[in-house]
Nanobody
Framework: QVQLVESGGGLVQAGDSLRLSCTAR????????IGWFRQAPGKEREFVAA???????FDADSVKGRFAISRDNTKNMVYLQMNNLKPEDTAVYYC?????????????????WGQGTQVTVSS
């Protein structure tokens, strides 16, 4: 069982930066693949970025070059550094975990989810 809590969201202007944090509690964090997803009003939840146990990362085309995911297994933390934010990045951002460690961009592969943190980018 893994419990996830997101933090770091807020209201910013276009071009600003934010760093989201995901704190994990429970066993198996270091072996899990951790992903970030987001959901804008009226839209489906979409993949943003993920990081595997060994540190390899992959992200969505829409955030390449602007967002970076990282993890600190000593602290059970995963971070999403978001730079050059755009109004279209406005969404609730969710942290998710796949204990098996094999998940990719498919949200159905993640068993555990946090409650989300709101990110709003004004133009």
């Amino acid at each position: 069982q893994v419990q996830l809590v997101e933090s770091g969201g807020g209201l910013v202007q276009a071009g600003d930066s934010l760093r989201l944090s995901c704190t994990a509690r429970g066993r198996g964090f270091s072996a899990a693949t951790i992903g970030w997803f987001r959901q804008a009003p009226g839209k489906e939840r979409e993949f943003v970025a993920a990081i595997r146990r060994g540190g390899s990362t992959f992200d969505a085309d829409s955030v390449k070059g602007r967002f970076a995911i990282s993890r600190d297994n000593t602290k059970n933390m995963v971070y999403l550094q978001m730079n050059n934010l755009k109004p279209e990045d406005t969404a609730v951002y969710y942290c998710a975990a796949d204990a098996g460690g094999f998940a990719n961009s498919n949200k159905r592969a993640y068993e555990y989810w946090g409650q989300g943190t709101q990110v709003t980018v004004s133009s």
